[in-house]
């Protein structure tokens, strides 16, 4: 398991609705800022990993968002909201979905990701920084992953013959 950590120093981006041209064409908006976001990460991906993460089966993302204080906030509220949790807009979904397309050219395919986990903080300056674990084979929690969504409920026979589920509390 390959682990690489990445701090791209720009305000996160969500991606946007798909855009039409007058003739029904579909384009992204977003290219420059997907250019921009590339140009700093990929630098930060060390050359002798770059095939291992390429081919990996398995991806999971760790992501925090930190997003700039406004301008007006006194120095008193920046240090009381550093570090708590953004709940403004943009939604954390669609920067997980911006983030992952910028990440298509470095890995196999955004369908590999297998477990995904994001933050919207506040913070003196904008940024964001990805953790990746890049594995080859199943992960070893996967497998208790996969028992616990299938926790089957136990069920009785009654006197009459009819089984009936049983009411855990």
Not at 78 to 106: A, M, Q, S, V
């Amino acid at each position: 398991m390959a682990t690489f950590h990445f701090r791209i120093n720009q305000m996160p981006i969500p991606q946007s609705r798909p855009r039409f041209t007058r003739n029904g064409h579909v384009y992204d908006d977003r290219v420059q800022y997907k250019k921009k976001f590339r140009e700093e990460l990929e630098p930060q991906i060390p050359m002798e990993l770059f095939n291992e993460l390429k081919e990996a089966e398995f991806l999971e993302f760790h992501v925090n968002y930190f997003f700039r204080m406004g301008a007006r906030v006194s120095k008193k509220m920046k240090k009381k909201l550093e570090g708590t949790p953004h709940t403004k807009r943009p939604d954390i979904d669609n920067l997980l979905k911006f983030t992952l397309d910028c990440f298509l050219p470095y890995i196999k395919d955004d369908g590999c990701v297998y477990r995904c986990t994001a933050n919207k903080i506040f913070a003196y300056e904008h940024s964001t920084e990805i953790t990746l674990h890049a594995m080859s084979c199943v992960p070893e929690d996967y497998a208790n992953i996969r028992r616990e969504s299938m926790h089957v409920l136990p069920v009785e026979t009654g006197s009459d013959g009819k089984a009936t589920l049983v009411r855990i509390l």
